[in-house]
């Protein structure tokens, strides 16, 4: 068996405002945050005292995305549009006018962009000349997630319809409309292997459909006493964690979905507010935490075996 030992190891200041949303740069240490202030700033976590500014924007930010291939920095302006940003020299690449609604999440697959916004649109955009290729909207309730399953070729959306649709990735078509959850639907994600898609919702409760059954219901977790913002796994796929406006981190067991630590402010001097978002780095196994406190927390996870 395994024992889970949790340590904080840093909290990170600077934000003025909630912080909403946290992505990787693709180089172990080097991390984003974004927040209602506008800001978007660099992380390292070789020397984590201090931030850096990237972006500065007027209105808050929900979404931010590091493009892999073309290393550049999408960042989902809400009430405005994209900004994609060459975060190395400080410098933007350019910006798109798509939407005067929220922007909740932004994804990549090849040279396009997916969006989702508060009007309940995934709108397609060609990073590579910044057009709108395809604008999908079955609803007006948000569209919170987005996930993609580049085996199946799928591309999952969790929408504050209480409701998750699944397209076709290529051509967007609508394959599966899944009746998920009792409130919005805040947070979806496809498993490592890309067979099960997780979601997270205002209702508390963690779902797993079956990817390879026509999105079967194949578990139900009630999580959390209040919504699931979000969760991560771990780098080597065997854990991840959910975050939820409890204002707790919670640590699974992913094969068996089962809980094995609490992460909270009684315990582990965790955060006072709702955790929103989480981000489990390949940097020593380092798992970071954004809350509506204004703070970003390290936390190390350690994993002990032990006899039986």
């Not at 997780?198 to 963690?206: I, T």
């Not at 219901?217 to 975050?243: G, R």
């Not at 989480?278 to 927390?297: M, Y």
């Amino acid at each position: 068996m395994s024992s889970l030992q949790v340590s904080k190891l840093h909290t990170l200041t600077g934000h003025r405002d909630c912080v909403y949303t946290l992505t990787s740069s693709g180089l172990g240490p080097v991390f984003f945050s974004a927040a209602g202030d506008g800001l978007v700033v660099m992380w390292n976590l070789n020397d984590p005292g201090t931030g850096s500014v990237i972006a500065q924007l007027p209105n808050s930010i929900y979404a931010i995305h590091h493009h892999k291939s073309s290393n550049a920095l999408i960042i989902g302006h809400n009430y405005d549009g994209i900004h994609i940003v060459d975060w190395q020299n400080k410098t933007e690449l350019g910006s798109l006018q798509i939407t005067k609604a929220a922007i909740f999440d932004i994804q990549s697959y090849n040279k396009d962009l997916f969006i989702g916004t508060g009007h309940g649109a995934l709108i397609r955009v060609d990073q590579d000349n910044l057009s709108v290729v395809q604008n999908i909207q079955l609803t007006d309730k948000s569209a919170r997630s987005i996930s993609i399953n580049e085996q199946l070729g799928e591309v999952a959306v969790g929408f504050s319809d209480h409701l998750i649709r699944v397209f076709d990735l290529e051509n967007l078509h609508l394959k599966h409309t899944i009746q998920a959850h009792a409130n919005s639907v805040f947070t979806v994600q496809y498993t490592p292997d890309k067979k099960f898609l997780m979601s997270g919702s205002r209702d508390a409760r963690l779902k797993m459909w079956d990817a390879t059954r026509n999105y079967e219901q194949a578990a139900e977790v009630v999580a959390h006493m209040f919504a699931i913002n979000h969760f991560a796994f771990s780098p080597d796929n065997k854990h991840f964690v959910t975050c939820s406006l409890d204002k707790s981190i919670k640590v699974w067991d992913a094969k068996e979905l089962k809980l094995l630590k609490v992460i909270d402010r009684a315990r582990h001097a965790g955060h006072g507010t709702s955790v929103n978002k989480v981000l489990w780095t390949n940097h020593e196994g380092q798992l970071l935490s954004a809350s509506d406190d204004r703070t970003i927390s390290v936390w190390n996870i350690n994993f002990e075996k032990q006899q039986v």
